[in-house]
């Protein structure tokens, strides 16, 4: 899948690696997001227009980022997990185009869906290149960059990756493409689930990131897996 998106890859090496400091994302912010998701859902449609439109003054707050990436999941309901799956598919077996419907699905029902984003920012840059329409009518590195930017920056304010205060993310592939993009981790990543916890053990670290083990709390993945089955 790599070589589909090493091109996009190249503009996040502008971005500042994971700063290793004490954060954490607690049970009171879950709750304020899921009662605001509850009683006021535009307000996090409205905050995600506002993302993808391109249109705040200045940079959005580390508060306001949370509640894009969280909230979000609450209004597509991971709805998009199959058509990311079936776009990941596509890309192992080589087939750019049925990849391209199923990311374009896939942000129809949730706009900031990682893994499409970061795909579909290749791909734009690709159509322009060849004089193709492009999905979206504006500078399309810009935009998609702007997205994946405000989702990697959102998971990384709400930890530091160690088993006490692990990132938080709404989805496995998350944090596949968190590691691999904002920390830029190469090599064999192990997965092992504890309990509402996705460990990695990692064969070789970095600066970005320098311990053996990254840890994510997947509670809104498991929340949306019992949903599914009910």
Known sequence: MKKYIITFLLLFCALI??????????????KHIK?????????????????????????LTTAKSQLIYI???????????????????ALIKGNTDKAITYAQQALAINPISLPA????????????GNGTNSPINIDPEAYYLRIATCVLDAISS??????????????????RFFMHYQ????????????????????????????????SFDITR??????????
């Not at 690696?17 to 879950?30: P, V």
């Not at 979000?72 to 990941?88: A, H, P, R, T």
């Not at 709400?158 to 944090?175: K, N, Q």
């Open 183 to 214: 920390l830029r981790l190469k090599g064999e990543k192990r997965a092992k689930r504890t309990g509402n916890r996705l460990d990695f053990d990692l064969s070789r670290a970095n600066d970005c990131y320098n311990r053996s083990i990254i």
């Open 71 to 89: 909230g979000q999941s609450y209004i597509s309901q991971g709805k998009e997990e199959k058509m990311v799956q079936e776009m990941l598919k």
């Open 158 to 175: 709400t930890g530091d990756g160690t088993i006490s205060h692990p990132f938080v993310v709404t989805s496995e592939e998350d944090a």
């Open 35 to 59: 009662a605001l998701c509850t009683s006021r859902p535009d307000s996090i449609r409205n905050l995600v227009k506002t993302l993808l439109n391109g249109v705040t003054k200045s940079p």
């Open 17 to 30: 690696c994971t700063a290793q400091e004490y954060k954490s994302f607690d049970k009171a912010e879950w």
């Open 117 to 128: 984003i970061v795909f579909m920012g290749r791909e734009a840059c690709n159509m322009v």
């Open 221 to 230: 993945v498991i929340e949306l897996q019992e949903q599914s089955k009910q």
